[in-house]
């Protein structure tokens, strides 16, 4: 991520009021034809949907899903999406990264959601590669709603394809996220639609989105000077202390997401974290495999068949042993240590969402970390709803809708 010191602090401060000014006393887009940006790199439209469309879309949507109807019950604006291309920083090189913008085809003053998507290991299956997958494309339509969706494709994926992507690693994954929002506020800014930001911020994610939207509110709470008006949070079935569902896992017999651990050791390899070579965390034929599965052309369930649900299959016994021992292998716990997330005094509001039944991200994780925002005194900006019987797959679309239900009721009450 961006190295945001006194001076760059003090430039995106500038920046930030630069853009204010722009937005409440012209109101107009920049006209000149040579807009100057910092972080934008370029952006092209690649689909417009009407409201008559997104409705439809939604209804049809709704004989799986029923909750569904709700969106399409309050859509009110046609949409455009945009691939946008942007600079960010990875390992202190300026990279050229990628995701999604999705704008209502309307005038008026619109916030932001920045959503987060789940694991996924399939290049193909970036959202600015693969915009019309089911899951991207309800997100992509929510922007009838009455907001600006902006849809990173994270490190790795999209332009930046030629690197494995850091799995559930802060730094690429806030850095990719918080840039991408000052590049879509300078796209908002100078394109030709009619569309507005109005300085008002969601954000959301489920699964390894979950942890990335709490990494990202943390950053921008804590670690930027510029404002950001954080209206609300919504984090679904995240895993937050990685040292807790690492241990978990390796407790277990059986385990139905064996890519994860795999994902997560070979890619923070890649990204210099961690040394100790593959065949000291797995079981053959495994740790050979392990690099080409994770070369971005395998999909997150052809990755799990080509691994094993069996943990003591998988996983060396050395590791399991002493990972519970918590005295050896310390550079992987203390990687794992970093890349979690803790509660802390928290200044917008809060909700965390997860399935009772989900086997590959335990409730607990987030009956703990909302326990422990609770234990700071934060229980009036902090929620947590279980949602009853629904596992890993089953709670995405009811968490959405929620979350959808619950940001309109702030911002459209």
């Keep these: 991520m961006k190295k945001y010191t006194s001076l760059s602090k003090l430039f995106h401060f500038t920046l930030f009021i630069s853009f ?3 937005l409440v006393s012209s109101c107009k887009k920049d006209e000149s034809g040579n807009p100057q940006y910092d972080y934008l790199v370029d952006y092209e439209k690649v689909n417009s949907f009407s409201q008559e469309t997104i409705v439809s879309t939604f209804n049809l949507a709704s004989l799986q899903y029923p909750e569904i109807i709700y969106l399409a019950e309050q859509t009110r604006y046609p949409v455009d999406v945009y691939i946008i291309r942007y600079k960010t920083w990875f390992h202190n090189e300026e990279i050229v990264a990628s995701g999604l913008i999705c704008i ?9 959601i920045s959503f987060q998507n789940g694991t996924n290991a399939l290049n193909a299956n970036a959202p600015s590669v693969n915009h019309s997958y089911s899951m991207y494309l309800i997100i992509e339509l929510l922007a009838g709603n009455g907001y600006i969706m902006v849809i990173p494709d994270y490190t790795g994926f999209g332009s930046t394809e030629n690197i494995v992507h850091p799995y559930y690693q802060k730094e690429s994954t806030t850095g990719a996220v918080i840039d991408m929002l000052f590049a879509a506020r300078e796209m908002i800014e100078n394109y030709s639609g009619d569309a507005f930001y109005n300085l008002n911020q969601y954000l959301m994610g489920y699964s390894q989105g979950g942890w990335s939207t709490l990494v990202t509110l943390y950053e921008l709470e804590n670690n930027l000077d510029i404002p950001f008006e954080i209206k609300a949070t919504s ?11 690492s241990g978990y896992i390796l407790s277990l017999d059986s385990f139905p997401g064996p890519l994860y651990l795999p994902y997560y050791i070979y890619s ?17 034929p495994y740790a050979s495999i392990i690099p080409d599965l994770f070369d971005g052309t395998y999909s997150n369930s052809q990755i799990n068949a080509q691994l094993t649900n069996s943990v003591p299959e998988l996983l060396q016994a050395d590791f399991i042993s002493g990972f519970a021992n918590n005295d050896e292998f310390t550079e992987l716990i203390s990687d794992l240590k970093h890349n979690s997330i803790e509660a802390w005094d928290v200044s ?4 965390f969402y997860h399935g009772n039944a989900d086997m590959n991200v335990p409730v607990f994780e987030s009956q703990n970390i909302y326990s422990d925002f609770v234990d700071l005194g934060l229980s009036s900006l902090v929620e947590y709803t279980e949602m009853d019987g629904l596992n890993h797959e089953t709670g995405t ?8 239900q619950w940001f309109n009721s702030i911002e459209y009450p």
């Design 235 to 245: 984090c679904g079935s995240g895993a937050y202390n990685l040292m807790d569902v």
């Design 397 to 404: 679309v009811p968490w959405g809708v929620q979350t959808v």
């Design 104 to 112: 209502p085809d309307a005038e008026g003053n619109f916030p932001f």
């Design 348 to 351: 917008s509001p809060v909700h």
């Design 268 to 284: 923070h390899q890649q990204f210099g974290t961690i040394t100790d070579p593959l065949d000291v965390f797995f079981n053959e």
């Design 20 to 22: 204010v000014l722009v």
